[in-house]
C-alpha cells in the first residue's frame, strides 16, 4: 500500500496555496504560512489539478459546492462537527452555539471551536462559515481578513 502523500502548490487571488493527496483523497489544504509536511513529495497529480481547478472556480465565484474526495482522521466528535460545517450552505453561516447543538451537546461550544482547529482541510471543509454567536468573526486558519473575504465573495455571488 502506497502511503504518499503528494503536495502541489499554486498561486491564486488568496495566496499561494498547497493541496495534498493521499491514497487519491484530498487530506490537506495549506495556507503559505503552514509548514509542509515532512513526509510531502511534491507531485501533481491528476486530482490535485481537480483540487485546483475548483477552487480557482470557487475563489472566483462561479463555483459554489465542492466535489472532491476528502479525508481527514479524528475522533467520531471531531468527523461530526466536519460534517455538519460540510453542509452550511454556500453564503449562510452557522455559530460555534449552532454547530454544538446539532451535535446533540449544546454545551459543546468550545469543543467545536477545537474541531473547527483541526479542520486541516479549509475551504473544502468551509469552517469560514462558522462565527460567534454575537455574529463576529473569530479565530481562521487564514486569518480573520481571509475569512471576512471568502463570506464577502460567498455573500455576493
Known amino acids: 500500500m502506497n502511503n504518499t502523500l503528494f503536495l502541489e502548490y499554486q498561486q491564486t487571488n488568496i495566496g499561494r496555496v498547497g493541496v495534498a493527496e493521499c491514497e487519491g483523497f484530498i487530506t490537506r489544504?495549506?495556507?503559505?504560512?503552514?509548514?509542509?509536511?515532512?513526509?510531502?513529495?511534491?507531485?501533481?497529480?491528476?486530482?490535485l489539478r481537480e483540487a485546483f481547478r475548483q477552487l480557482n472556480f470557487y475563489l472566483a465565484g462561479e463555483l459554489?459546492?465542492?466535489?472532491?474526495?476528502?479525508?481527514?482522521?479524528?475522533?467520531?466528535?471531531?468527523?461530526?462537527?466536519?460534517?455538519?460545517?460540510?453542509?452550511?450552505p454556500y453564503g449562510k453561516t452557522l455559530t460555534y452555539k449552532d454547530i454544538a447543538a446539532r451535535t446533540g451537546n449544546p454545551l459543546a461550544v468550545r469543543a467545536v471551536g477545537m474541531a473547527t482547529h483541526r479542520n486541516l482541510l479549509p475551504l473544502f471543509i468551509p469552517c469560514h462559515r462558522v462565527i460567534g454567536s454575537d455574529g463576529t468573526l473569530?479565530?481562521?486558519?487564514?486569518?480573520?481578513?481571509?475569512?471576512?473575504?471568502?463570506?464577502e465573495l460567498e455573500m455576493f455571488k
Open 29 to 47: 489544504f495549506l495556507f503559505e504560512s503552514c509548514p509542509i509536511p515532512e513526509c510531502a513529495e511534491m507531485h501533481e497529480t491528476d486530482l
Open 64 to 88: 459554489k459546492d465542492f466535489s472532491l474526495p476528502l479525508a481527514l482522521s479524528g475522533t467520531p466528535f471531531l468527523q461530526q462537527v466536519w460534517k455538519i460545517i460540510s453542509t452550511i
Open 138 to 151: 473569530t479565530g481562521y486558519r487564514g486569518g480573520i481578513g481571509l475569512k471576512k473575504q471568502l463570506l
